[in-house]
């Protein structure tokens, strides 16, 4: 097919009552209501959501047969309806509804005529005429059906409305139809909802409709653009319709009555040609978002209150597809639509519900004017393809191809497919040009269910006193798949715990759960895990989710620090090296000590670490900078100075031999053969690599078959970019460093055209990444390596306009990320614990990393709301952090530490991150306790955010006494050195010193305290 020219409602049950309809409802007959197989309506519901929990059609059984009145059930089949001249027949998606028991669906074709056919098997019910279509016969208006007076609503292309009775299909209401409006084309589905129909007419006065069930008008509104309505179906959103126009326009009215409520021009808001919007509109409480698309090329998501009909035009975003009618299908953080139209190419695209970046895009055999649909059981998606050879799709919601099937009338004008498809009972329905109906159903066999079950708890051994990590190896043996359910932690006093597996599992598929539990005796438990605990997954088995262990819990033992492993990496003689070691803690919490570095028994350095908790490993970075070639000895010891007591003393130390190799450089320079590729390409292992001033327009990789490469920027204007789909700069050999380089791509505010690339790739170990400036590319920093250290790179820059889609994704073990700045991002923001790649950003594994000394500033960038800065993984810890969240989107996974144990900083001259005298937990902007001791730590609203219990306060310049104020009393005691706060406070000339000068500055109010050196 192709185009053609305030009150508050009632009840529902007082509204059907004022119709004069009566209910009798006893103790054993209740009011119908939607059953969870029907499609009652387009695209199921009064908020055009397009979502079903039904089964639906994933091996499907085909060819379908002709239905001959004798097919038996459970068979896909096709039945003719009418044919009209052109490319006219079923222009509506079927509805069905449970009719007296029966699963009947409807068509409204071409000629005027409304069918009715037995869901089941494909035989014909009733048929009935309305009137006969214009010169082209098309029927462009969904039907809806009331299952509280078992009527079908039927709108035509001749301005009458039909009411029918879906049992019979006799005319309920006036045989000739109730007169809407005359000469005019009623051509938007309708919206049912709470005893009245909404639609609206094209072409005639243009109003907007709503009538009751007996066919008694409620309201009418009037275009106030002037565009009339074209397949643009009404949202009921809470106390309010809203609908869009075919002058770009939407409307926001009560539908009780039809007052106004909001209008907006949608090319003026969001400054783009919209032209006709022909999609309905779909509501989604995510995010309190309406979406729509239109004939401008565009897909939209806008703000929208619930609570007043407002549109908020602050929070939106739009995204360009193409031409497009589809109605968008939001579910899980996405949103689905087609674009292309009729006779054209097209495509399916699934973009972030957050801001509309682009996940995954399908593209079939032609057009997509339908609006898909999703079964949330089946994990698929469902839509049609406008063309000679229209086939309806099913896909996975990840974007990969399941099946399709392309309709005997295919090549002719009678192989078109213009609207979408309805999902029940393990069936879809739709029709074509041709004006056949179609039923797909599954294949038969086994039925299919889930089974869920707890395989094993996996702990042996837990601790008294202290959180324990229970972990639980939960299984479908079913063969079907199970959606999202809860697992449940019971230690024999009730549920402890409890976590969502949110993405489900698949049949035959296993995960593990982890739950939380504090023990509180050393007395055995009985620990029951219970796999969908709150009974939500029809299963096969329901009386197999569940499995027990006895564990009894032992107390902490005393603290002890090891050195668990020292790189082995060759290092470069006559150069600055790192030197990392890895340590942990096998007993209790220690805090305060230090690691020392030894070269052949001679202590060349040493680093502060202000706390390792019990169970945990932690990476520590030392340098050295040899003056000879050779094998060396490292000695690397934690708690060199014996601060801490131990419970075995003569186990802090480990050695590891390695080479020192002789400096051997390179150097590129840009433009002709320059080519940091191709140097890396050439050189040896452990080569340093210096890249001169200038602009490298290259994807670069150092391979894993190449190790000890350092990369170094020779200049303050090196500049690596790249506009192709990918990594800018990977890193997959071991003991490389990255250092000093613009890395960028050219994001103009749309489109990033590295995606899913990151400005840095990093999956190997033992690297370091250091002062990089990364900007404007789909991804920051990508570390899935471990043991690497990530130190003063600057990922984003909100005040310049520069941003990243996703500013870090972390996963992997033992990684220090110390000392950055991430700032802007348009979607995706920064998640400790997660991969990102073509499909968006998802959870993953990530553990033992130091998040510390970091500027987060979450904002958006260039209109783009900002992603969620997610700190998930397990064990981390994430201190000394100043964190800038004005939006609340900033998420603390709970396996995590935000805190250390207050210890006094090594460097008091500097002090933590925000020059107090202690280390505690993070410098959040959106605290607002008080500190009551003056020692910089926040006393009051702790634990903050659920979890941080010593937050930091901001030491003042000048302010030596901790009161909140540079006065006199500051002055006095710089003098007499009496300092209660760090010695940055004082150092107020910034000469690296407390003294009178300093003193005469605070009474003066000169007050110029030292300016970090590193982004942080």
Known sequence: MREIGRQRPLPLIASIAALGIVLVISASVAIAIASASDWQQFQRDHENRGITDDDAVVNPLLPPIKANGSLKPNRSWYNTTATCSGFAGIDVTPIVADVSGEDIVFVHVCNGEVWAFYAENGTLKWKNTTQPGPAFGFQLATPAYSSLTNRLF??????????????????????????????????????????????????????????????????NR???????????????????????????????????????????????????????IRSSITWNETYGRIYFTSKGGYCYALGFDRSTGKFNTADKWKRNIGYSTSTPVVYDGKVYAGQGGFGNNGKLYCLNELNGSVIWTYTPNGGVQSSPVISTSSNTLYFTTNCDHGRVYCLYLNGTYKWHFETFQNGTSRGYVLQGVAVSDDRIFFGNDGGVLYAITEKPGAPQKPDLTVTAINNSTIYNGTYNIITATVKNVGNGSAGAFNVTLNDGSGVVDEERVSEGLDAGDQTQVKLLWTPTTTNSYTLTVTADSGGDIPEWNESNNSTQKTLTPIEIPPTDLVVSQVCDGNLTNGTANEVFAVIRNDGADASGFNVSLEVNGVEV????????????????????????????????????????????????????????????????????????????????????ILVNNGTYNERITIPA????????????????????????????????????????????????????????????????????????????????????????????????????????????????IVKNRFDGDTGFGFRLGGVFDSTGIRDARASNNTIRDNNFTVTGVGGWSPGKTIFGGDPNLVFNNIINDTSNKVQLGRLNWYFVDKVAVENPKWGNVVHGPFYGGNF???????????????????????????????????????????????????????????????????DYGADIDDAIAIIFHQLNCCDPACPA
């Open 605 to 688: 350095d040493k680093a502060f670490v202000p706390m390792l908790h019990f169970r945990e490993s932690q990476l520590v970075a030392l340098h050295w900078t040899p003056t000879s070639v050779g094998s060396v000895q490292l000695n690397v010891t934690v708690d060199s100075d014996g601060q801490i007591a131990e419970s075995d003393e003569l186990n802090n130390m480990t050695s590891q031999n390695v080479n020192v190799v002789s400096r051997v450089t390179v150097t590129v320079n840009p433009g002709g053969s320059g080519s940091i590729q191709n140097a890396i390409t050439s050189a040896a292992n452990d080569t340093i």
């Open 222 to 276: 009037s275009s106030t653009s002037g565009g009339g309505y074209y397949w643009a179906g009404a949202a009921v959103i809470g106390d309010y319709l809203v609908y869009g126009d075919d002058k770009g326009n939407l409307t926001s009215v009560y539908w009780c009555n039809g007052t106004t409520a909001d209008e907006i021009n949608v090319s003026a808001v969001y400054g783009v040609t919209a032209n006709e």
């Open 154 to 219: 039927v709108p035509t292309a001749k301005g009458k409305l039909f009411i029918l009775n879906a049992s019979t299909g006799s005319k309920v209401v006036n045989s000739s139809g109730i007169s809407v409006c005359s000469n005019c084309q009623l051509n938007t589905p309708v919206t049912y909802y709470n005893g009245r129909v909404f639609f609206g007419d094209w072409n005639g006065p243009k109003k907007y409709y709503c009538y009751w069930e007996n066919g008694t008008q409620c309201w």
């Open 924 to 990: 959040w902007l959106n605290y607002t306790g008080t500190d009551l001791n003056n020692d910089l730590l926040g006393d009051t609203g702790v634990p903050h955010m659920g979890y941080d219990y010593h937050p930091l306060i901001k030491a003042l310049c000048g302010d030596v006494d901790g009161d909140g104020g540079a006065d006199i009393d500051d002055a006095i005691a710089i003098i007499f050195h009496n300092i209660n706060t760090c010695e940055w406070a004082a150092d107020v000339n910034c």
């Open 705 to 816: 078959s190449k190790s000890g490469i350092k990369l170094i920027a020779n200049g303050s204007n090196v500049v690596i970019c790249n506009n192709t789909a990918g990594d800018i700069v990977t890193v997959e050999g071991n003991y490389c460093k990255v250092k000093g380089f613009k890395i960028n791509s050219s994001w103009g505010g749309s489109i990033y055209p590295n995606f899913p690339g990151a400005g840095i790739n990093v999956s190997s170990d033992w690297n370091v990444i250091a002062d990089n400036y990364i900007y404007n590319t789909s991804g920051g920093i990508k570390l899935y390596g471990s043991k690497n250290l990530v130190r003063c790179n600057v990922v984003g820059n909100s005040s310049a306009g520069q941003a990243c889609l996703n500013l870090m994704a972390i996963s992997g073990d033992c990684n220090a």
